[in-house]
């Protein structure tokens, strides 16, 4: 009999429908567990491996030193310094605490309770006034940030959320509270370039984090929430407040006393912009070092890695470089004659002058100049009056009345190339200078307006000037530019370098990259070829007569003459030399083949492309001056050729060197240091390119130049100084490169372009040559002596002019350098011969 019960089914479904729903729930929730875990797992991997501090190598600065180890340049995507955390204050490390996070030593990474409390403080104020992040999760957002780029880092979706979450989670696991603490305090943006509190208290302060006062450690404190709303720079008010409310929290925590919190509240702090080194200490030598380093580099080891360049750049020099430039370029500039005003106001526009006399107080207020001007220093003046009759013109800088007698702007003639300058002297106020004129000018004192050549003291005071007014003189920013480089002899090190008048004017550097006409400074290559092919001594003798070619495809004529328009028969090649005469350097490559001089030349070092052609001889084919510098280097090293050189050692962030190039002679290096440059400079030589005799007779001769010749002026550095002015027609160049037993200089001067020529007076002697001087006169910081001579050397009394041998004590005779057995033996005549020669019709 079967018995059916009722509900059976039923409970057979119900419980069917259990079991599957049970078993989806099981096997989704593991699909989910699964997944997460996947996702955890695929996103840890693209998260920064951090399981101990020292996996901590965040990008850091690239610094770079001259040879003193004086910070010259910095070279970074974020500038950071790391420091440990024993090297930073306690009430530091307690402000930042208390001011971003005063539970971080209670949470495990996220604090719910603080996320409540800013959303509670938020919605009160209707606006963000807390964050809810832990030090842990923005050390965690910084490290991302830093790892995937800012876009990446700070995008707004679920999976970066996720990802600072795992990190965060990580930090906490793998570092203890105080390893969090230092990459914190080393990772964090602070605003001003600065990266880490170390870089922001140079950056702001211009000190190490470890010296900072409370006052300051609060105004970091306050910057992490909102570098830029905080900015002490772009909103000096809200940094204010912040600050006070920093250092109220570091109270309430009780990390300062009443007393250091009135302090604190009532100091005033004097913040500074991030200094640009790499701009402000050797610019033209620091680009070039950045220039060679990112060919030898990747940009991730250069701009993140930390490296430590030592160069070879002496500070002292190089601003030495910089005064004596900016001397003689603003000397030469004035001689070329006034340029015109910087802006000119009509006399309608009487609201724009205004302007301009408002905008210039608020700058002097600035300076602090509002009483008096402070004589030696340039500003810009509105010409209110001019008195013709008295020959003033009357100005508004700023706040001041200013006068510019007649005497303080005698230069400021009109362009003209063709003019000699001391013979266009103004004797009246023209009238290109009007009312509304916009003036450079300098502010100087009646002592020393009245040493101005044929201006007394009475016929200043004649002029009837107001008392409390001020005086200036007229200046005008110089149109020309320059070039320097100053190399020590034996190490090769190049001690100064500008490639320009002003690297924030043009960075384009003149010393390195330009191509320029050296003129007669070419000339001792040509000289030495014949030495060195032909066998001639400083005595061979050379015809100084007219020449002309004739160019076939061309159909013009070349007639080259002497600066001078005379010619003198046969000379010396020494006295040729000496006197920077042009028909002779033509007859001396003629003699020797222009193509065996190019070979020369590039034996020399010389790679630019060169003609074939007697032009040649007198600098009529560019070549740069950085070749240049290292030719005449090379006599000066008795035929010694080696690379001059910038760097002379870096290190990695750890303290490992990658490359020395360093001179064993260096005074700055230590002696196990030492050692090993010496073993590496006897393993590669320097090349042997010239021959010694060759070398030192070259030499001599351009000690001539200087002792009698085109180059007089170098005696005044006082030691002795070989070298060779240059000049190019109508003196769109003027060189002089010269070297001492110590050091080798070049010095350029010239317009970039080829428009507008500096003038026919402005020869290498004139224009180049004081700036050489000047440069030199603190460049050269111990006496010394001249080149000993190699053995093969003998020395004999000459005529310098005609090269014949003339008996001891003989007046006027020199004792000259030659190779034994080439000294001449017949003793000095006129020479007819060469007097009839003259007279000829050409």
């Known amino acids: 009999m079967n018995v059916s019960y009722v509900g059976e089914r039923p409970t057979s479904w119900v419980s069917f429908f259990i079991r599957l729903t049970l078993f989806f729930s099981i096997v989704g929730g593991i699909i989910v567990v699964v997944a997460g875990a996947g996702v955890y797992l695929y996103l840890a991997t693209t998260l920064p491996n951090l399981k101990r501090l020292a996996d901590y190598e965040p990008r850091v600065v690239t610094r770079v030193y001259d040879q003193s180890g004086q910070l010259i340049g910095e070279l970074f995507k974020e500038k950071r ?68 780029g800012y876009s990446a880092g700070t995008a707004r979706n679920y999976s970066r959320k996720i990802r600072e979450a795992i990190l965060a989670r990580q930090l906490e696991n793998n570092l203890s509270k105080r390893d969090i603490l230092t990459i914190y305090l080393n990772q964090m943006f602070l605003g001003n ?78 913040v500074y912009p991030a200094p640009n080194y790499r701009r402000e200490i050797s610019p033209y030598f620091t680009e070039e070092v950045r220039r060679q380093l990112s060919n030898e580099f990747d940009e991730s080891t250069l701009l993140e890695g930390g490296l430590k360049v030592y160069t070879t750049v002496d500070v002292e020099r190089y601003r030495a470089a910089e005064d004596a430039a900016y001397v003689q370029l603003r000397m030469v500039d004035k001689r070329q004659g006034y340029q015109g005003p910087l802006l000119r106001y009509t006399i309608s526009q009487r609201a724009e002058k205004k302007r301009f006399v408002d905008r210039y107080t608020q700058e002097l207020k600035r300076r602090g100049q509002t009483e008096q001007l402070r004589a030696g220093e340039l ?48 004797k009246q106020i023209p009238p290109n200078f009007r009312r509304g004129d916009i003036l450079l000018v300098r502010a100087t004192t009646p002592k020393s307006l009245s040493a101005q050549r044929g201006f007394s003291a009475k016929q200043l005071q004649a002029l009837d000037l107001p008392t409390e007014a001020s005086l200036v003189v007229l200046e005008q920013e110089p149109r020309l ?5 100053s190399v020590h002899n034996e190490s090769g090190y190049v001690l100064a370098m500008l490639g320009g008048y002003a690297f924030g004017r043009s960075e384009f550097n003149r010393a390195t990259q330009s191509c320029r006409q050296p003129g007669s400074a070419f000339k001792p290559i040509i000289y030495s070829a014949a030495i060195h092919f032909l066998n001639w001594t400083p005595a061979q003798t050379i015809l100084d007569a007219p020449l002309a070619f004739n160019d076939a495809t061309s159909g013009l004529r070349w007639k080259p003459s002497n600066i001078s328009g005379q010619f003198q028969g046969e000379v010396s090649m020494r006295y040729a030399l000496q006197n920077s005469m042009n028909l002779p350097a033509i007859r001396i490559l003629d003699a020797v083949g222009t193509q065996q001089a190019i070979q020369w030349a590039q034996q020399l070092g010389i790679t630019t492309d060169l003609r074939p052609e ?25 035929g010694r050729r080696s690379t001059l050189r910038y760097i002379t050692r870096i290190e990695d962030r750890h303290g490992k060197v990658l490359v020395d190039r360093g001179w064993p002679g260096d005074p700055f290096a230590s ?26 007779l070259i030499s001599k001769m351009m000690r001539n130049v200087v002792e009698n010749g085109t180059g007089t002026a170098a005696k005044a550095v ?45 020869q290498g002697g004139r224009a180049a040559l004081p700036l050489w001087v000047n440069y030199m006169k603190q460049a050269v910081k111990a006496p010394s002596g001249w080149f000993d001579p190699p053995p093969d050397i003998v020395f004999v009394p000459i005529d310098g002019k005609t090269g014949k041998r003339v008996p001891s004590g003989t007046p006027g005779a020199v004792e000259e350098a030659f190779i034994a057995g080439t000294e001449p033996t017949a003793t000095a005549v006129a020479d007819s011969d060469s007097e009839e020669f003259l007279k000829q019709d050409y």
């Open 671 to 696: 002696i196990q240091t030492k050692l090993k440059r010496a073993i590496n400079w006897i393993s590669n030589p320097p090349d042997d390119v010239v021959d010694p005799n060759t070398s030192f």
């Open 81 to 148: 310094s790391v420091v440990g955390y024993d090297e930073l204050p306690p009430k530091l490390v307690a402000a930042f605490i208390a001011s971003e996070d005063d539970r971080f030593f209670s949470h495990s990474g996220v604090d719910f309770f603080g996320i409540l409390r800013a959303v509670i403080a938020n919605t009160r104020a209707g606006r963000v006034v807390q964050g809810g992040s832990t030090i842990t999760q923005q050390v965690a957002k910084s490290l991302i940030v830093s790892s995937d």
């Open 718 to 762: 006082g030691v002795p100084v070989a070298g060779k002015t240059g000049t190019t027609n109508d003196s769109f160049d003027a060189w002089f490169i010269g070297f001492t037993k110590q050091l080798t200089t070049a010095v350029w001067v010239g317009f970039d372009d080829y428009k507008l020529p500096m003038g026919r007076y402005e």
């Open 193 to 270: 370039q600065s990266y880490g509190v170390q870089a922001a208290a140079q950056n702001y302060f211009r000190k190490n984090v470890s010296d900072l006062s409370v006052a300051e450690i609060a105004l970091l404190a306050g910057l992490p929430q909102a570098p830029s709303r905080y900015s002490p720079f772009v909103n000096p008010r809200r940094a204010q407040k912040r600050r006070v409310y920093v250092l109220r929290r570091m109270l309430e925590e009780n990390i300062i006393t009443p007393d250091e919190l009135a302090e604190a509240e009532n100091t005033a702090i004097n």
């Open 614 to 638: 007697l032009g040649l001889a007198l600098g009529a084919s560019c070549a740069k001056m950085v070749e240049l510098t290292n030719v005449y280097r090379t006599f000066a090293n008795q």
């Open 379 to 426: 500003h810009v003046g509105l010409v209110t009056n001019i008195d013709r009759s008295k020959n003033v013109i009357e100005l508004q800088i700023g706040p001041h009345q200013a006068f510019l007698p007649l005497q303080g702007m005698r230069w400021a003639r009109r362009l003209n190339p063709q003019v000699r300058y001391d013979s266009a002297l103004l």
């Open 481 to 485: 530019e320059t070039a320097l480089m």
